[in-house]
């Protein structure tokens, strides 16, 4: 049975960058359209980013939180997708998750095969 597993969050000041990676166990992403989701303290989950599968063309879709701050990609050769987010924000604070689906949906409860636990990131000076 696979899994997703995140890592790279902590903490940093406001303005500053994190590089946020997505790993599969048991299963390729290759197949997969590959989400972002968020969850702050007290607040419901979200959507933050997603890009499809290789197959159908990596495409990329941004919430409009973090459309001109955050950018999502893969790394085929070493089966990885990762979150770039730059300028951030106190309210960037979240638990971030990656998923995986069939298809892109910014809804983030759409059901997912596979979901990761997730890594902290949190925005303070």
């Known amino acids: 049975q696979g899994n997703l597993v995140e890592s790279g969050g902590g903490l940093v000041q406001p303005g500053g960058s994190l590089r946020l990676s997505c790993a599969p166990s048991?299963?390729?992403?290759?197949?997969?359209?590959i989400h972002w989701f968020r969850q702050a303290p007290g607040k419901g989950r979200e959507g933050v980013a997603c890009?499809?599968?290789?197959?159908?063309?990596?495409?990329?879709t941004y919430a409009n939180s973090g459309e001109d701050r955050f950018t999502i990609f893969r790394d085929n050769a070493k089966d990885m997708v990762y979150l770039q987010m730059n300028n951030l924000k106190p309210e960037d604070t979240a638990v971030y998750h990656c998923?995986?689906?069939?298809?892109?949906?910014?809804?983030?409860?759409?059901?997912?095969?596979?979901w990761g636990r997730g890594t902290r990131v949190t925005v303070s000076s």
């Open positions: 998923a995986a689906a069939d298809q892109c949906s910014m809804d983030p409860y759409a059901p997912v095969d596979y």
């Open positions: 048991g299963f390729s992403l290759d197949y997969y359209a």
């Open positions: 890009i499809s599968s290789s197959t159908d063309g990596d495409r990329t």
